[in-house]
């Protein structure tokens, strides 16, 4: 079947260091895109990418990086520089701009 | 950057209760989407609807792009109902969903 795989589903984080988020999807799909929830809120966009090697900042890039160097293969990685990094990271994918699908969400919390 | 509201933020009905959800946004849109999300955080796709009506079994969404809003209505709704429901539009000149900070539905038994 396809979908979108997002891993791990919890991720613990210490004061000071990176961790990368994967997301993997065989949807065939060009686009890919990273969203940030907190408790409450909608999601919001970090990063999103429309073809390999190409990806552009969402509304709230900083302390966080990406790469594209596969179709199938997104993934985030969260900085020592993103001073709140607890929250629910979810990834999508889509067609040029609809049939969106997201993965099952990785819990990022900072111990 | 576009604005999208969701009403009312919370929402508590008992069950075979009837209900609508609002969304209004701020600028031309050429995609807007409903979205659940569970209680375990995955969201699933209810509608593709950048205009016109659609149903889907007790569900059904309306949107009037003239006029910027669309309406998710409910029907007898059922304590599976309960979640978090997401509007979310792509811009005509954009690529990624904006989503609404969303409405909160509790279906009592």
């Known amino acids: 079947d396809g979908g979108i795989t997002q891993s791990p589903k919890y991720l613990f984080r210490k004061e000071g260091q990176n961790v990368t988020l994967s997301c993997e999807q065989n949807?065939?799909?060009?686009?890919m895109y990273w969203y940030r929830q907190d408790p409450g809120q909608g999601l919001r966009l970090i990063y999103y990418?429309?073809?390999?090697?190409?990806?552009q900042k969402g509304d709230i890039a900083e302390g966080y990086s990406v790469s594209r160097e596969k179709k199938e293969s997104f993934p985030l990685t969260v900085t020592s520089a993103q001073k709140n990094p607890t929250a629910f990271y979810l990834c999508?994918?889509?067609?040029?701009?609809?049939?969106?699908?997201f993965g099952s969400g990785t819990r990022l919390t900072v111990v | 950057g576009i604005q999208v509201e969701q009403s009312p933020p919370d929402l508590i009905l008992q069950e075979g209760a009837n209900s609508t959800l609002r969304c209004n946004f701020s600028?031309?849109?050429?995609?807007l989407q409903w979205f659940h999300q569970n209680p375990w955080g995955q969201l699933i796709n209810l509608f593709y609807?950048?205009?016109g009506t659609k149903q889907n079994g007790r569900l059904s969404a309306t949107t009037v792009a003239t006029e910027r809003y669309s309406l998710l209505y409910i029907s007898s709704s059922q304590t599976t109902d309960s979640g978090v429901y997401f509007c979310?539009?792509?811009?005509?000149?954009?690529?990624?969903?904006?989503f609404g900070k969303g409405t909160s539905l509790l279906v009592t038994p």
């Open positions: 999508a994918s889509s067609l040029t701009n609809y049939g969106y699908t």
């Open positions: 609807i950048p205009s």
């Open positions: 979310a539009v792509v811009l005509n000149s954009g690529y990624a969903l904006n």
């Open positions: 949807l065939n799909h060009d686009a």
């Open positions: 990418s429309q073809i390999v090697n190409d990806f």
């Open positions: 600028d031309s849109v050429n995609n």
